[in-house]
């Protein structure tokens, strides 16, 4: 069989094992693309159909939420945990509550964490969870309560050795809290069975900016090795959350100018630039008053644009921080258009496959997000580790964990990805994270 039956063979397969989980279907064919002659070279991942076991999370839990709203009515959401596989350390990965949650995302974010969490090179398995519960409009009562049912049911397939879920879309410190308060009452136990809690009870210093730090971080590592530099350069980023907001931080702090954050009701586009002083306003803004960023430009001399995203925008850089498929076939054709050298994924797959080949063929840097976004679960491992010490490190000491470890998922993105004078960094990180799991599920036979 050669390999462009071995990919049609499996995709159909995936397909028929999973029908209508297209954000799944997606995530593994873009790993698949480059894994399968990988494969094909190293026929011992083959015989052991490693892949397809890859692809077929270890067990899908879903159940039942009932919670009480301010008014007294009974209501009733669904949750789930994917745990995808735990090869090389217990499951990990966030919790996300938004009304889209499917089980078809949080299997491809499942899948795709566990090659994440593997290029880190810290002891984590890959896992996702989440509700279509949506927290906004809510109030802090009725997230409580949601949270304390939520725990109660989850508790029974987590802990500190089995699986460490974290916070993601639409589960911040608020809703981390709440969480971890009812699995203590629960449990009587104060352990490490979730992070991006508090400095109060157990959190880790730069937890919240990781994600963001660590994509600029990733940034200025592939530029310089291609003999560039940030300084002076323009950015786009997309979202205007935790990563949006410290990937826009850390850019300034590095010499660039952002141009644009977004929400779900459109950007904001500031030709001066978005300084310090403007994203303090903007996390006040997003972070504290949960307000819409056109409120921006009542205050600061900026547009505002409707129903958009902001790709058309001309700019060197661009970062996307908001959410899956954010950045289509027309987008990545106008960012090419427009000069963009880099593109540096701060969410979870933003970018369609089919826009992701318009990069390549046009040689723009690529980061995707299995390597790009990284940071904030390589600082949740921190936070484990320090958890199980009882200690807690200087900011100082994590910025440097951080870096290195953002340099390390680099440089093995070069290792496996270097083309003549082009660095496929998708075709890296997918391989060196392959490697390390695959190895480990090897030596553990059939299993």
């Known amino acids: 069989m050669d390999t ?11 397909q028929r094992r999973n029908p209508g989980e297209t954000e799944f279907h997606q995530a593994v064919e873009e790993v698949a693309t480059d894994i399968i002659p990988f494969i094909e070279s190293n026929p011992k991942y083959k015989d052991a159909l490693i892949l397809e076991r890859l692809a077929e999370p270890d067990r899908v839990i879903s159940f039942r939420v009932c919670w009480v709203d301010d008014e007294g009515n009974i209501r009733a959401n669904r949750g789930h945990r994917v745990q995808n596989n735990n090869a090389i350390g217990p499951y990990k990965g966030g919790i996300r509550f938004h009304s889209n949650v499917t089980v078809s995302i949080l299997k491809f974010l499942a899948f795709e964490q566990t090659f994440k969490n593997s290029l880190t090179g810290l002891p984590m398995g890959g896992a996702k969870g989440g509700s279509d519960f949506n927290p906004k409009g809510k109030s802090d009562a009725e997230v409580m309560r949601f949270c304390q049912s939520f725990a109660t ?48 009870y157990g959190g880790s210093l730069i937890r919240n900016e990781a994600t ?17 530099d940030i300084e002076g350069r323009s950015v786009l980023i997309s979202g205007s959350g935790n990563v949006a907001i410290f990937a826009a931080e850390k850019a300034n702090q590095l010499g660039a100018k952002v141009l644009t954050l977004s929400d779900s009701s459109g950007y904001i586009y500031d030709k001066d630039g978005i300084n310090a002083e403007k994203l303090a306003y903007i996390k006040d803004l997003k972070i504290k008053r949960r307000a819409r960023i056109s409120e921006y430009t009542k205050t600061f001399d900026a547009e505002f644009h409707p129903d958009s995203t902001p790709w058309h925008v001309k700019a ?9 498929n954010e950045i289509s076939v027309d987008d990545a054709k106008a960012l090419v258009k427009n000069g963009c050298i880099a593109v540096v994924e ?8 089919d826009a ?4 390549k063929d046009n040689n723009i ?25 009882r200690l807690s490190w200087s900011e100082p000491e994590l910025q440097q964990h951080l870096k290195a470890i953002m340099r390390n998922i680099h440089d093995k993105c070069v290792a496996h990805g270097t083309e003549k004078d082009y660095v496929n960094y998708s075709r890296g990180a997918n391989i060196a994270g392959f490697i390390k799991v695959a190895d480990a599920m090897l030596a553990y036979g059939v299993i």
């Open 365 to 389: 840097l690529f980061a995707p997000s299995k390597a790009a976004n990284a940071g904030g679960v390589a600082v949740s491992g921190l936070e484990m580790s320090q958890n199980s010490a």
């Open 356 to 359: 992701i080949d318009i990069f």
């Open 346 to 353: 701060g969410a979870n797959m933003p970018t369609y496959k």
């Open 153 to 200: 049911e989850l508790q029974r397939y987590i802990g500190p050795d089995t699986d460490i879920p974290a916070g993601d879309i639409g589960v911040g410190a608020r809703e981390i809290g709440y969480m971890f308060g009812q699995l203590k009452r629960l449990t009587g136990k104060f352990t490490g069975t979730l992070t991006g809690k508090a400095i109060e």
């Open 212 to 228: 963001g730090y660590g994509a600029v971080y990733m940034l200025d590592n592939m530029l310089k090795h291609h003999k560039q």
């Open 4 to 14: 462009s039956d071995y990919m049609s063979d499996f995709l159909s397969g995936l």
């Open 316 to 324: 060197d850089i661009a970062i996307p921080c908001a959410t899956q």
